[in-house]
């Protein structure tokens, strides 16, 4: 995972640089447009019912599965940018959370 993460993170540094986008790719912008993005995503979902959620119409999955690729591009970029290893920080996050959010019981509702 974080060889295949470390190559998209390339791939998307040498795309910008090839369409001299890298003066645009500032925290700030980035971090905005990785919201537009994720509300893009939520308008698939917006007014339907939980039980509707769960997409099943291959064309739909099909688009939001680019919003997601979207929101993953510009999530990796912004890292990338920020000098942050995702995976590490993914990886001391839940461990946070882990001490944070223990396994229940099982007697819990």
Not at 35 to 52: D, N, S
Not at 83 to 100: F, P, Q, S, T, V
Request: hydrophobic share 40%.
């Amino acid at each position: 995972m974080t060889g295949d993460l470390e190559s998209i993170k390339d791939e998307l540094r040498d795309f910008a640089r090839e369409r001299c986008w890298e003066k645009f790719h500032s925290p700030k912008n980035l971090s905005m447009a990785l919201i537009v993005e994720v509300a893009e995503l939520v308008e698939h979902f917006q007014w339907l019912t939980e039980e509707h959620s769960y997409v099943r119409n291959r064309s739909k999955v099909k688009e939001i599965s680019y919003e997601l690729s979207d929101i993953l591009m510009y999530l990796i970029r912004l890292a990338d940018i920020l000098d942050i290893d995702l995976i590490a920080a993914y990886r001391e996050k839940m461990e946070i959370n882990r001490a944070k959010y223990p396994p229940k019981s099982g007697f819990e509702d």
